[in-house]
Each structure stands twice: as structure tokens, then as C-alpha cells.
């Protein structure tokens, strides 16, 4: 892999509608290497103001760890349509904070994130927490859970681009709608 | 009104999963005057493209016309989870978009467009399309339908301030979720 001399970051993004959780690995060879993890809880009085401080802070995030590349979780798939509308707008706050700095942006669904951690997409809340800690050598599983789901949607980027580098190919961008 | 002698020029938003509608109006003493009107379709092979092609080409508009404020409708109400989910990145495409320029933005209920357009909030879309063009003297009712939304709540907007300097407050920013 030509990329080796150079450690590639991934900054995984897991959008909530209060709590926005992000995670940082590093790639050590082909190890992944925890180097941050934190949650983002928007200020702002209204929806307004929340969307464009997630913005800057993800923005600010970015700035001071230089990921290559950021991998954001689509969460719509069972919530209600006032929730799905909140998330939506997370989400768009994190991906236009990443496309503004140039960086390429994937999207993998819950089931894909389970599935990359686990190995089957269908393990507990717990089961991939406990994974994380083992992948990432943690002495515990990361706290809030958010910012455990943003390293397990890392991960799961790690692991597309190993398959697409054993594969020969170049990970492909995500398609979602 | 101290703002009388610089006519205050109002973008409304109208957001959608394919096409986002955008209306400008200008105040011409009371009366709202019709600038423009016009449909972005958001190019790109994926959703991450599509919202960084909004935020862009709804920048673009915001150089070209300079509105002083940004009315945008909220169109969670009716719709499913998925739809929402899309529905809400446009929408913080397009709030991010004016939030970055330092512009007010402001959003409203589709039930309270209805309402500041028709009266009572329960005029049919042909009745709300007949009274956008009656108020901006337009020789047919504005297509495509996003273009008559969005104008419809840029004039919802123009209806709240009016209402708001008549009784000598400032127009409220609009809470929402």
C-alpha cells in the first residue's frame, strides 16, 4: 500500500440529534491505533444556532487532528420522522465541515458499522463496545456511547479500505440517498 | 420603520429532497415587490455532493440578490423517516449557507405559511399559489411549485415582521427542532 509512509487518519462521526459523538484513529502499518474520541453537544438557543455550531466544532476537530478521511454513520433506519429531520441536519453540518476542507467523506449504515466491528451486523450495543476496546487495546469501553459509535463507524472505514486494498481497489465513495 | 429608506430584501427556502425552491421579495415601503424565483436541482452522484452543491449554489443566490434575512420552511410534518432524513440536510445546506454570510435566518410551520398567505392556514395549494400571485402582481402563478413555496414563505416572513413592527417588537427568531 503506497499510503504506509504516511499514517492515514479517519475521523469517524456518529450524528445525534442532542449528542454528536466523533472518534480518531490512526493506521500503524495496517493496525488501528486509538488517538482521540470526545461527543459534541451543540450550543445554541435554537436549531439554527446548534447547526451551525456542530459545523464549526466538527470543523475545529478536523483542524487539530488533519484526518484523510472521515466516515459519518447514516442513522435514519428506525426513528420517527421528526427525529430522522434532526439527524439529517447533523449529518449535513459534519459533511459539509469535511467537504469544505476537501476531505472525502463515506457514509455506512448502523447494519455495515455492526457488521465491520462485529463480523455478523448483528451483535449487541455491548458486544461492540467490547470490540472497540479489544481493536483499539482500550483499558475500558469508551465513554459516552457516542463517541463509541463514531469509532466503530471509523473502524468499520478501516476495515472497507483493507478489503478494498487486499481487493486491489480504491474504496469507493458512498452512495446514500 | 427605520429600515424604510433601504428596502429589505427577503430570501425564502423552500427545501426538498430534489428540488429546493428559492423566492426573493423586497419591500417597497409595506408591499412586498417580486425579485426573483427559481429552482436549484442539486447535482452530484451521492448524497455527500448534493448537499455541498446546495450550500453552494444557495450561496451563489445570496451574492447575487443580498437579502437581508432568510425565511426557510420546516417540511417535517407529513413526511416519512427516510424522507425527513433527506429533507433535513437540505435544509442545513440552506441554513448554513445564509448562517455563514452572518445572515438572520428564520424558519416557519408549513401550517403557518398557509396561514400568513391565505389568512387561515387552510387554503388549498391552488389557493395559496393564487394568492403569491395576486400579492407580487405576477401575470401567472409562479412554477415550479418550489419556486411558489419558497416565495410563500419569504412572504410569510414579510407578514411576521410587519405584524412585529406593529407592535413595536423586533420579529422573533424562530425556535424549532
Keep these: 500500500m503506497p499510503a504506509a509512509a504516511t499514517p492515514l487518519v479517519i475521523l469517524g462521526i456518529d450524528p445525534g440529534s442532542v449528542v454528536t459523538g466523533y472518534g480518531v484513529i490512526r493506521m500503524r502499518d495496517v493496525e488501528p491505533v486509538l488517538v482521540t474520541y470526545g461527543a459534541i453537544r451543540p450550543k445554541g438557543s ?4 446548534r447547526v451551525a455550531d456542530l459545523y464549526d466544532r466538527v470543523r475545529e476537530v478536523i483542524a487539530e487532528f488533519a484526518p484523510g478521511e472521515v466516515a459519518i454513520e447514516e442513522p435514519f433506519s428506525r426513528v420517527n420522522a421528526r427525529s430522522a429531520f434532526v439527524l439529517g441536519k ?5 459533511i459539509l465541515a ?15 458499522v455492526k457488521q465491520a466491528v462485529t463480523g455478523y451486523g448483528r451483535g449487541s450495543k455491548e458486544q461492540v463496545q467490547e470490540m472497540i476496546r479489544l481493536l483499539l487495546r482500550m483499558p475500558a469501553t469508551p465513554q459516552p456511547a457516542d463517541a463509541a459509535d463514531a469509532l466503530a463507524v471509523a473502524l468499520c472505514h478501516q476495515a472497507h ?3 478494498a486494498a487486499l481487493t486491489a481497489g ?3 465513495r ?3 440517498t
Design 90 to 94: 447533523a449529518q449535513a453540518a459534519a
Design 46 to 49: 435554537d436549531v439554527i444556532g
Design 161 to 163: 479500505r483493507r478489503t
Design 174 to 176: 458512498r452512495n446514500s
Design 170 to 172: 480504491a474504496p469507493t
Design 98 to 112: 469535511a467537504a469544505h476542507r476537501g476531505i472525502p467523506v463515506f457514509t455506512y449504515s448502523p447494519a455495515e
